[in-house]
């Protein structure tokens, strides 16, 4: 009798020892379930859709990264020094590369200016070309989106005969994705004139 008695306790050990492991091997399986399924909703909200000249495809957004002034300030420069300085053998690529670092409606009004401006056709018919120097460039990092203005020359050469005129825009700056063309993922937007009389403000 008591030999069964021992049999039956060492059974009921066993047997609750292999429910625990059950139990305990269900919860972690659940666990490992509901982590997966955490895991792929966050994969699904990280997917985001980039309108290309190919069409719209899928792609994975990115952290949020930290702009630097610095990104900012060169990508303005690069603009300046593309969109507003050339002559008639790099004219269309000059501005083809501009354009890459604007949005839509700032890039489509500053062509409207050139085709009214009769800009192409001055290069080839005069022999005219342009340069440009970029005074200042002053951004509000604080801002949202980013904001800023700049201030440069242009000068137009015709022969030896050269005259300068002022540039002064504000803009705002906001990310979008690398590219070649546009290596600091940076974009200019709501592109707009403003007066800059670079006598005026080197007296300041």
Same mark, same amino acid.
């Given at each position: 009798?008591?030999?069964?008695?021992?049999? &039956? =306790?060492?059974? #009921?050990?066993?047997?609750?020892?292999?429910?625990?492991?059950?139990?305990l091997l269900s #919860?972690?399986?659940?666990?490992?379930?509901?982590?997966?399924?955490?895991?792929?909703?966050?994969?699904?909200?990280?997917?985001?859709?980039?309108?290309?000249?190919?069409?719209?495809?899928?792609?994975?957004?990115?952290?949020?990264?930290?702009?630097?002034?610095?990104?900012?300030?060169?990508?303005?420069?690069? &603009?300046?020094?593309?969109? &507003?300085?050339?002559?008639?053998?790099?004219?269309?690529?000059?501005?083809?590369?501009?354009?890459?670092?604007? =949005?839509?409606?700032?890039?489509?009004?500053?062509?409207?200016? &050139?085709?009214?401006?009769?800009?192409?056709?001055?290069?080839?018919?005069?022999?005219?070309?342009?340069?440009?120097?970029?005074d200042s460039v002053?951004?509000?990092?604080?801002?949202?989106?980013?904001?800023?203005?700049?201030?440069?020359?242009?000068?137009?050469?015709?022969?030896?005969?050269?005259?300068? #005129?002022?540039?002064?825009?504000?803009?705002?700056?906001?990310?979008?994705?690398?590219?070649?063309?546009?290596?600091?993922?940076?974009?200019?937007?709501?592109? =707009?004139?403003?007066?800059?009389?670079?006598?005026?403000?080197?007296?300041?």
């Amino acid at each position: 009798m008591a030999s069964s008695l021992k049999d &039956f =306790d060492s059974s #009921f050990e066993v047997l609750k020892k292999i429910t625990i492991g059950t139990i305990l091997l269900s #919860f972690l399986l659940i666990l490992l379930l509901c982590t997966y399924v955490v895991l792929q909703e966050r994969k699904k909200s990280e997917r985001v859709y980039v309108v290309t000249d190919l069409g719209t495809l899928p792609a994975i957004r990115q952290q949020e990264r930290e702009i630097s002034v610095y990104e900012v300030r060169n990508q303005i420069k690069t &603009f300046l020094h593309t969109m &507003f300085a050339h002559h008639a053998a790099n004219y269309q690529e000059q501005v083809e590369a501009g354009l890459h670092l604007i =949005d839509k409606e700032g890039g489509q009004r500053i062509l409207h200016d &050139f085709t009214r401006g009769e800009v192409y056709q001055n290069y080839v018919r005069l022999g005219t070309q342009t340069s440009v120097v970029v005074d200042s460039v002053l951004i509000d990092m604080k801002a949202r989106p980013i904001a800023g203005q700049a201030f440069a020359r242009q000068t137009i050469y015709l022969g030896e005969k050269k005259r300068e #005129f002022p540039i002064g825009v504000r803009f705002e700056v906001i990310e979008t994705y690398r590219s070649e063309q546009n290596p600091y993922g940076l974009l200019l937007q709501k592109f =707009d004139y403003i007066l800059y009389e670079p006598k005026v403000a080197a007296a300041h």
